[in-house]
Antibody, heavy 120, light 112 residues
Framework: QVQLVQSGAEVKKPGASVKVSCKAS????????MHWVRQAPGQGLEWMGV????????SYAQKFQGRVTLTRDTSTSTVYMELSSLRSEDTAVYYC?????????????WGQGTLVTVSS | DIVMTQSPDSLAVSLGERATINCKSS????????????LAWYQQKPGQPPKVLIY???TRESGVPDRFSGSGSGTDFTLTISSLQAEDVAVYYC????????FGGGTKVEIK
């Protein structure tokens, strides 16, 4: 069965960077794009970007352009999301979510989420 | 980006009654070449990641109870829970995947 297991909670200071991992199993890693979605406390869902694990190509929401980097390691079936220049407003749960069909569809499978807290 | 607007922000419905959630997109998400609406609905319960209920605007995901249904086309969509159960208390989101994905603001469903 499809499983997405994310790394643990992080506490960072403003201005720092955070890197969250998402290890996939139960399917062919390179056949399905991986999305990243975040959710601030008590708020809605916000799409951040997507990576094609096969070639490594990425697409980012305009809001995060220049601050977010998605990468992947095909040898470990792991996708990474790095967010830089952190500010308090980046405090949120970050989810990885596998595209259901392959490249441009809905998020069919979700990781458990990683809480990132930005605080001085 | 396509803006997704949900209404209402919250609603309280009696057990066994109908709940209706609306979602409007700022531009059409109907892809003419295959006549499919690139619209999904998710359910999120506290402390859990979202779960997809409906995709292609009206196709129910496997295992989702048939009291959940999706309808609409173009820019206007509806998620209906025909007979609200206690386990349906959650926040519901629409999402378009026609272009750069965007989510609606969410609708919180509670028991009256």
């Amino acid at each position: 069965q499809v499983q997405l297991v994310q790394s643990g909670a992080e506490v960072k200071k403003p201005g720092a960077s955070v890197k969250v991992s998402c290890k996939a199993s139960g399917y062919t890693f390179t056949s399905y794009y991986m999305h990243w979605v975040r959710q601030a406390p008590g708020q809605g869902l916000e799409w951040m970007g997507v990576i094609n694990p096969s070639g490594g190509s990425t697409s980012y929401a305009q809001k995060f352009q220049g601050r977010v980097t998605l990468t992947r390691d095909t040898s470990t079936s792991t996708v990474y999301m790095e967010l830089s220049s952190l500010r308090s407003e980046d405090t949120a749960v970050y989810y990885c979510a596998r595209d259901f069909v392959g490249s441009s569809s809905w998020c069919g499978y979700w990781g458990q989420g990683t809480l990132v807290t930005v605080s001085s | 980006d396509i803006v997704m607007t949900q209404s209402p922000d919250s609603l309280a419905v009696s057990l066994g009654e109908r709940a209706t959630i609306n979602c409007k997109s700022s531009q059409s998400v109907l892809y003419s070449s295959n006549n499919k609406n690139f619209l999904a609905w998710y359910q999120q319960k506290p402390g859990q990641p979202p779960k997809v209920l409906i995709y292609w605007a009206s196709t129910r995901e496997s295992g989702v109870p048939d009291r959940f249904s999706g309808s609409g086309s173009g820019t206007d969509f509806t998620l209906t829970i025909s007979s609200l159960q206690a386990e349906d208390v959650a926040v519901y989101y629409c999402q378009q995947y026609y272009s750069t994905p965007t989510f609606g603001g969410g609708t919180k469903v509670e028991i009256k």
